[in-house]
């Protein structure tokens, strides 16, 4: 399969580690970054890690930060996913048969190395189970339209970043 | 507090027992959901869209697993939701992401702990500073 | 299978649940805690004499925490139990660590993951080879 | 605090890290091993890990292997502990609160570490709440004796490890 994975720098450690992992497994990843521990955002690495899936570059996406909230929170904002974030195996089973979730998240630093692949390999090898519920279901969440101006605008948080760099947002 | 609180079918008997934690805490409940009927979508947006007028500080949404109001909440305008099945995240979320809204999967997650998740996450405050730019993306997503 | 299952006050309910899930799957269920009103403390005895007389082939406590149930079962000799909430876990201590006993805490998990735990632990076989020194050690600290 | 500490080789750098995160907040840290990658075998590091607790050496015992069964469950059958094998931060509380626990086992693979950071902190921090009840279930654990003779002898298991030795378990 072809799995596009992202990271923020707190679990850049962790997320290369999945990337072997996967590669080890015969997986096509493409790793969307970040690759140092360098402090950024990471609404950047969600957004990229979801627009290579809707675009078809990807089959599947994996997400990872800190609490895995905040990356698949900004995946989920994305048109077109369906981004789930588990701490068990079951949960992302649940996500795949009967959500059809395309992007999965986790806490690098909640869920531990040996969980995290096991939730990984059961959200890969689990098949969405049609039926109408299913779809109808979906087809709800699809509808739920974010911003379609934001897809693919490397540019699109130029605005926040310039602020930063100018020293406008406290650095607790 | 204001808490905004709403379920579908496989989360009512979790979200009746989470409101007498609210108001044993002193919190003011804003039930959304008194019906047992709902599903995961239309118990989401009507807790969602309290969230969003500023009538509550914040929701709080039960079903199975979690995952559904998860999906559907981060679709919304302004909101920031993290489905939450440990203590730690209950309070780091606040901390870094601002989270408004959380979702608990009463299939995964034991009565206890979906109190002190609930606790953890009503106790805490957002950190700011640093963390406020990646809120403002997310916020311009949707 | 032979499944032995006990249950303090506190699990009672996720228990009878759980038996119904072992019958679904053709398991003879030896429910050693038809009263509702037991501490885990006296579950967990029940339950663990069961498998060490060889009476049944695995063992299932249910409480609040699994953490009390832990520490009774794992102070009988030849007993290995594990407190078990997440089903990769469930899978791994069998091949790995012989498990005869789980304790499941009702409180922290929840009644869907219950059973995916319960559906692993019984799915899993004993992997032995160079895992069987480390059971052996156990097995003669007591 | 004096916090004796044990792990297995799958989670030797997890138990590094706890080394030095408990010794940055200020405790006195009894490292019992192991100390690198070589195949080891767990009880061996329970039972150590539990007997500086047991011994007064340590206040407390934290014990890591890759689910955490197996080191946890050795270090409970050690006379005179109580060990929590934990997942979240409320049975951390409830095990140290209700029933004095006295090691507290988790699984690398299985919890990350930030959670584990939280746990640790949260079962340091939690006193017991003594009451008639608590005491009694205690005094009931800690009449389940195990072998005595075990305790502090450093050559308890040399005849599985000489069995090791001369190819007695099928190296899987």
Known sequence: MKISIGCDHIVTDEKNNLVAYLEGKGHEVIDNGTY????????????????????????????????????????NKVNGIRSALVGDVETARYAKEVLNANVI????RIVGEGLRENIIDVFLESEYQQSEENDKMIERIDA??????????????????????NGGYPDK | MKIA????????????????????????????????NLDFF???TKVVSVIQKEQADRGIIIDE??????????????IICANVFDEHSAKMTIGHNNTSVIAIGAGIVGPKLAEKIVEAYLDAAYDGGRHQIRVDMLNKMC
Not at chain 2, 65 to 78: D, E, I, L, R, S
């Open chain 2, 65 to 78: 697993y979690g995952a559904g109001p998860f999906m559907v909440a981060n679709k919304h305008q302004g």
């Open chain 1, 144 to 165: 739920l339209v974010a911003n379609e101006e934001a897809k693919n605008d490397d540019h699109y948080f130029d605005e926040f970043l310039e602020k930063w760099d």
């Open chain 2, 5 to 36: 609180i709403g379920s579908d079918s496989k989360g009512f008997e979790l979200k009746q027992q989470i409101k007498e934690l609210l108001d044993r805490l002193g919190h003011e409940v804003l039930d959304q959901t008194p019906e047992a």
């Open chain 1, 105 to 108: 998240g986790m806490g690098g």
């Open chain 2, 42 to 44: 239309d118990a989401t």
């Open chain 1, 36 to 75: 140092d521990k360098e402090r950024t955002h990471y609404p950047i690495y969600g957004k990229k890690t979801a627009e290579k899936v809707t675009s078809g570059e990807a089959d599947l996406g994996i997400v990872v930060c800190g609490t895995g909230v905040g990356i698949s929170v900004s995946s």
